[in-house]
C-alpha cells in the first residue's frame, strides 16, 4: 500500500509515494535529506522551518524501521557523522574490497556509501546478512 505525503519544498508542492524513496539521510543538525525517485532531486527538510514535513518524515522512518514491509528491508547505518535509513532491496550491487569495507551506491544518486567492519560492525553485519539472504552469495 502507497504511503503518500504531501510536502512543501522551494515553495512548490510534492506530493510523493515514500513507498519509492529509497535512501533518507539524517543529519546532525536534524535536516533530513531524502532523494525523489526517478530523478535524483535532493529534498532537504529542516525542522526549524519545516516543523509538520519532519514529522512526516520521521513517522515513516519509524514505522519501515520497526515493523516488516513487503519487499523492503530498511537499516539505518552511519556513515560519515550521518544515520541513512537504506531500503536495501533497492541497491542494484554491492563490492567488498580487500581490506573488507563494502561500498554500494544510493538508488537514484550517485552517493557512495562505504561500510567498514571495525567502525561500523553493526551495519556492516547487516549488510553482510542482507548480501547472503537475498543473493545466495557470501563475501569472504
Known sequence: MAYW????YEKKEYVIN??????FCYEKN?????WLPDCAI???I??????????KILEYLEQVTTVAVENAYWVKIIYERNEYVINLNCISSFC???NG???FWLPDGTI???INPVSNPDSYKKVLQYVQKTTGHSFS
Open 112 to 114: 557512495p556509501i562505504i
Open 5 to 8: 505525503v504531501k510536502l512543501i
Open 18 to 23: 515514500f513507498d519509492r524513496v529509497n535512501a
Open 46 to 55: 529542516n525542522p526549524q522551518t519545516d516543523l509538520e514535513d519532519y514529522h
Open 30 to 34: 536534524g535536516r533530513v535529506t531524502f
Open 96 to 98: 567488498q574490497e580487500t
Open 101 to 103: 569495507r563494502i561500498t
Open 42 to 44: 535532493p529534498i532537504i
